[in-house]
């Protein structure tokens, strides 16, 4: 019988699917000791239990993981997962490539220059300012010297322009004339038309990913990607394009996200596993590098990467659904094929009769806006989204302004997506303190912005390549350590909300990045100033984390509340004092 509502001391029971074996079924748990479609209590010991004649292992979810979820199965579907991750690089960092800057001037008349028989030649002086050309005529004699030079025509526009091919041989830039002259701020709008799409991935297509499965949201999204990839390479226009752009943004937010979700559903070591993700992030950049120098024309470049994402269709049929999921949906006989799956390739004896349940998960409380309600908790998560907005900026500012940097664009991208794979440092890095390690890396990239002007000035490019890579490593490493203190300050009932809250906002920052690379028209070091104050001012703004290392995470939003609002020192100081005034009354009591 199900109940509709969850009361204190009772428990509520999941549907659970028909089985031709009567005797292997999971079972959901909402409070200790109590059992679903059971009849059946369990041992003090969690192991074997009985039920009449039949006996049977009850174990939870975690339990049933660590026992039969942990080995090479796993390790296999962490790779398959990781190649998705892998591959969503193409699209975020694909526009380096399609939208690059090309060394360009303005496309003279062919019969600009000429000379006739009185000497009298016509020059045309193109102003790359003013997008502007003037017309001369130059009268004379060059041998003798007497040579009069008079204006002809002054700020004759430029309407077309011809385009270095050294690294392209097409670019967004080159095909449809979108430069500096004719408004460079459509490069950038693609750019952050994606990361809108990406935004509106996170907070939309994670409620199919909970109501539908992790498995059918990769598989839609990575059917979408391949179709919506074709389609953008064939774009007749730029705003064709930059529509294509924000489709790919929210169904590759929709593949990475279900993929990562999926990996935390099975594997323990999560913050090693989150860490990881981050390196195959980088080498992903690595290889889209690669697509980008094997194909130089840039429907060629996206076609290819588009294609890629076939691989990964079969994943429906090869990859059961996360057992997680399966179970908070009562689909307890495909929960149990996982762990008997999982089992054989580990090659741990599998029981005959064997119930899993899941332990009582608290509701949800509110929304992103109940993390606002109360002092405490506006201040962590005003300092928190602070910490996601500026991380962003800096990240995919850093990334984006690689093609600007002087010297062969792939050489340095090479360079600054193959720092990022030292990302896996942070295991240990974060060992530091949680507060201490995202503002010193915070407070590191900031010095590295204020170092690579002064190289630059002085054309050490080596020494702007040098900085640009450290700067990027600690940055990224510092967006995989955010993540990781977001789901540690906030308790389980709004932790989901929370990192929900933090990816939009992160999105939003990468969505302004590609405007303020646009500076670099201003001054070419003009980016990285801008990049090192917003570092500086978030370093300073995450000593105001609570540290969160070694404590318990907390349950409730109440529990969060009552905690110290920037740390716990001042807490254990002001109990000392009133212990130490406690012993002290006492002492006198008893000299009484």
Request: include cysteine; proline fraction near 3%.
């Amino acid at each position: 019988m199900e109940t509709d509502k969850v009361l204190p001391g009772t428990y509520k029971t999941l549907p659970v699917d028909p089985s031709p074996d009567p005797d292997i079924h999971a079972v959901s748990k909402n409070e200790p000791g109590n059992y679903a479609d059971s009849g059946a209590n369990k041992s003090e010991n969690g192991g074997s239990t009985s039920s009449g004649d039949d006996s049977f292992e009850s174990l939870s979810y975690e339990e049933a993981m660590s026992k039969y979820g942990s080995g090479r199965y796993q390790v296999i579907i962490f790779i398959l997962l990781s190649l998705v991750t892998f591959s969503c690089v193409f699209n975020n960092n694909g526009y380096i490539f399609i939208g690059a800057t090309q060394e360009h001037y303005c496309k003279l008349p062919e019969s600009s220059n000429w000379t006739d028989f009185n000497n009298k030649t016509a020059i045309l002086v193109y102003t790359a300012d003013t997008c502007t050309y003037n017309k001369w005529a130059r009268y004379g004699d060059e041998v003798d010297g007497n040579i009069t030079e008079v204006m002809i025509e002054e700020d004759i526009k430029c309407y077309s322009w011809v385009y270095d091919k050294s690294f392209f041989d097409l670019t967004v830039m080159s095909e449809w004339d979108i430069n500096s002259c004719t408004g460079k701020w459509k490069i950038a709008l693609a750019s952050s038309m994606y990361m809108l799409g990406f935004l509106i991935g996170c907070i939309f297509l994670a409620d199919l990913s909970d109501r539908y499965g992790r498995s059918k949201l990769l598989l839609v999204s990575n059917i979408c990607m391949v179709v919506i990839g074709v389609i953008a390479s064939f774009s007749v226009n730029f705003w064709m394009l930059a529509i294509m752009r924000l489709l790919l943004g929210i169904f590759t937010a929709g593949a990475r996200n279900a993929g990562f979700v999926y990996v935390c559903e099975i594997i323990k070591e999560r913050s090693a596993a989150g860490m990881l993700h981050g390196v195959t992030y980088s080498i992903g950049g690595v290889a889209v590098t690669a697509i980008a120098h094997l194909f130089p024309h840039w429907r060629h470049f996206q076609l290819a990467c588009a294609l890629c994402y076939i691989l990964y269709i079969p994943y429906y049929w090869i990859m059961e659904e996360s057992p997680r999921w399966l179970l908070s949906q009562g689909r307890t006989e495909e929960a149990l094929a996982y762990f008997k799956k999982s089992a054989r390739i580990n090659k741990v004896e599998f029981p005959e009769n064997l119930h899993v349940y899941l332990e009582y998960q608290p509701k949800v409380e509110g929304n992103a806006l109940s993390l606002f309600k109360t002092p405490n908790l506006r201040h962590k998560s005003l300092v928190v989204c602070t910490l996601w907005f500026s991380v962003s900026i800096v990240f995919f500012g850093m990334t984006f302004n690689a093609g600007n940097l002087a010297g062969n664009i792939f050489t340095n991208n090479y360079l600054l997506q193959a720092s990022g794979i030292l990302e896996f440092f942070g295991i240990w890095y974060i060992r530091l303190g949680r507060r201490l390690a995202i503002s010193s890396a915070f407070l590191i990239a900031c010095l590295v912005s204020a170092v690579i002007p002064i190289f630059a000035t002085y054309g050490m490019q080596a020494g702007v390549i040098t900085m640009s890579m450290v700067g990027k490593l600690f940055i990224e490493t510092n967006f995989e350590m955010i993540y990781v203190v977001t789901a540690e300050l906030y308790p389980t009932t709004a932790r989901v909300t929370a990192l929900g809250l933090g990816s939009s906002i992160a999105r939003a920052g990468g969505a302004l990045s590609p405007y303020l690379i646009l500076s670099d028209d201003v001054w070419k070091s003009l980016p990285y100033v801008i990049f090192g104050v917003i570092a500086l001012a978030a370093g300073l703004v995450a000593t105001l984390l609570p540290e969160t290392m070694n404590k318990e995470l907390p349950d409730s939003l109440h529990q969060v509340e009552t905690e110290n609002l920037v740390n716990h020192v001042l807490c254990r100081v002001k109990q000392t004092t009133e212990k130490e005034d406690e012993e002290e009354k006492t002492m006198e009591t008893v000299a009484v």
